[in-house]
């Protein structure tokens, strides 16, 4: 077993302990790309630990991006704000260069600081294609996921890691879709959708390269199968009864809630030791094995681990010993 898919088996001499009860106030976080599904869970979470989390995306009350969708980002800071922290609303296309710099240039002033880093910006689920070839996919479409997938996060590290490295101890988590080392063995869907996600890992890893020196910290950081509000849609069911869905595919069994990977980010922040993580690739399930956390529901779904070894062979269902 490779050690991005289960970090026990890394370099960790002992594990750390469960992040306590607002062990993360007075820290201020950015989750760009906020919006919904992991970008909401780990706004929620961060908040849940006494983060003040500013909340970033397209979608407003007053305007939607082209996901065309009711999910807003001053709803997720309102949800931050009653898990216990203080969730900040701003709207912004991480795309251009100078609203996320008037961005940065508003958390310093109002804040001084920026410990925690999310680049979840995605927004790509409606452009790419499950069967087209790369030859036969839209060339506009296919650009435009690179540009929403990579170029946000290199344009809003670009801007917000200086304000990170003035104070050391400093995070920048990197939410992509599966490990380096499952990307690296595996195809991705599609090629626009491949090229995607595993670049988002190894951006992770040159932003380590870079930041190691400042005392600071990059890693990425892959939920397994999302309970996303898109997600449970699609199987045409509610968080309340996803169950129903395991008819239609079983091995939906093995998914998470979006709150999973966002406690993941908070135990992640909330480590003194956070270090010995940069330049990573890391997993939800496996950083729960270390830590301690649990899903909403008290279950640990180690997905990665289940995909190798149950859902990628041909398996039958059978989340026994992965849950």
């Known amino acids: 077993m490779d050690e991005t898919t289960n970090p026990i088996d890394g370099p960790v001499s002992s594990p750390a302990s469960t992040p ?27 908040g849940a630990a006494g983060a003040t989390v500013y909340v970033t995306g397209r979608s407003t009350r007053e305007r939607c991006s082209e996901m065309n969708r009711a999910e807003t980002i001053e709803e997720t800071a309102e949800l931050v704000t009653a898990a216990g922290g203080t969730g900040i609303a701003v709207a912004v296309d991480h795309l251009e260069s100078e609203q996320v710099r008037a961005l940065v240039e508003r958390i310093d002033r109002e804040q001084g600081r920026l410990d925690v880093l999310v680049n979840n910006i995605w927004g790509g689920e409606l452009l790419f294609s499950w069967d087209q070839k790369l030859w036969e996919h839209s060339l506009e479409k296919g650009l435009r996921i690179l540009r929403l997938a990579i170029d946000t996060h290199i344009i809003t590290s670009h801007h917000a890691l200086p304000l990170m490295i003035r104070n050391p101890g400093g995070l920048v988590v990197e939410i992509t879709d599966g490990t380096a080392d499952y990307n690296a063995a595996n195809y991705r869907i599609s090629f626009f959708y491949d090229l995607a996600k595993s670049s988002v890992n190894r951006m992770a890893f040159a932003q380590a390269k870079e930041l190691g020196a400042h005392g600071a910290t990059a890693v990425s950081l892959t939920p397994g199968w999302l309970r996303s509000e898109i997600m449970l849609e699609a199987y045409g069911v509610t968080e309340a009864n996803w169950r ?56 640990r779904p180690d997905a990665w681990r289940y995909l190798v070894e149950v859902q990628d062979p041909g398996l039958p269902a059978d989340v026994t010993g992965y849950r």
């Open 20 to 46: 306590t009860d607002k062990a993360l106030t007075g820290r201020v976080a950015l989750v760009a790309g906020a919006t919904r599904g992991a970008g909401r869970g780990i706004a929620v979470e961060l």
């Open 244 to 299: 129903d869905a395991l008819d239609r595919q079983p091995h939906f069994a093995i998914s998470e809630t979006p709150g999973f990977v966002g406690r993941a980010v908070a135990a992640l922040a909330a480590d003194p030791e956070v270090a010995r993580w940069n330049g990573r690739s890391l997993s939800s399930g496996g950083l729960a094995q270390v830590y301690g956390f649990t899903d909403v529901d008290g279950s």
